[in-house]
């Protein structure tokens, strides 16, 4: 029996170099939209056929702890300036074992980072501080 899978350490790899660990990932998904098509038999039976329409992929989005790596916010920064053409980048999530060898990835494609967000600040607080990157892709496959 294999080894099961863990999501203790994972990164985001763009254009093929690892830019960041992180905690959280959620929007590995994808989803194929259903189209109905209504007909009547011969016999006037109603019959509603189900069809693959379009498909589509959910936003993906990534936490981990704040440090002073600024890569992640320059990405966003190239979206923000109004150059979303600059911005499209291929990239890949990538599971590693405790050995650290890879075990799963997911590629996608022309992905733009649509949404960051940094975490509330509370002096009173005991907690880390996170950074939150939401990334918009046109397609993602498990390589």
């Given amino acids: 029996m294999p080894d099961l899978l863990t999501t203790s350490a994972f ?3 763009i254009d093929g170099v690892t830019v960041a660990q992180f905690k959280e990932a959620s929007g590995i998904d994808s989803e194929t939209n259903v ?3 209504k007909e009547s038999t011969e ?3 109603l019959l509603i056929r189900k069809v693959p329409g379009s498909p589509k ?3 993906v989005t990534l936490k981990r702890r704040l440090d002073t790596s600024t890569a992640l916010w320059e990405w966003r920064k190239v979206v923000l300036d109004g150059d979303i053409d ?3 980048r291929n990239g890949s999530i990538v599971i590693y ?3 650290g060898a890879e075990t799963a ?3 996608f494609e022309n992905g733009w980072p ?3 967000k940094g975490s509330d600040l509370n002096a009173g607080a005991d907690e880390i501080v996170v950074e939150e990157l939401t990334i918009t892709h046109e397609g993602m496959v498990r390589a």
Avoid: L, Q
Wanted: proline letters at 0%; a negative charge.
């Fill in 11 to 13: 990164f985001i790899e």
């Fill in 114 to 116: 649509s949404h960051w």
């Fill in 105 to 107: 990835r997911w590629n």
């Fill in 43 to 45: 016999a006037g039976k």
């Fill in 35 to 37: 189209i109905e098509y």
């Fill in 97 to 99: 074992d405790s050995m």
């Fill in 57 to 59: 992929w959910a936003d």
């Fill in 86 to 88: 600059g911005a499209r």
